[in-house]
């Protein structure tokens, strides 16, 4: 899953992770460093399995935790209409 910022979004790289803006709202989220290696990775297309499995190798997580935990931090960004799937047209 490939995915893109939601209009109105900005991120913002901070020492210990990222900050994402929502201009719409006037609300932001802070993530971790994880967090933000996540969806960089994400946002380039990096394919959800092995962004786990790059995770498992490099931190104190299995690879299905690392699973788990990325695909709970697309459903919640993806709740906070932050991010999107992107299409291919």
Do not use: F, H
Not at 8 to 31: I, K
């Amino acid at each position: 899953m490939t995915l893109t910022l939601c209009r109105d979004v900005t991120v913002c790289d901070t020492d210990d992770g990222m900050v994402l803006l929502d201009g719409r709202r006037g609300r932001y989220w802070q993530l971790n460093a994880t967090g933000a290696l996540i969806l960089r990775a994400l946002l380039r297309g990096d394919d959800s399995a092995r962004i786990a499995g790059q995770l498992a190798r490099a931190r104190p997580v299995t690879a299905e935790q690392a699973a788990q935990d990325i695909s709970d931090l697309i459903a919640r960004l993806a709740r906070a209409r932050l991010v999107r799937e992107r299409t291919t047209s």
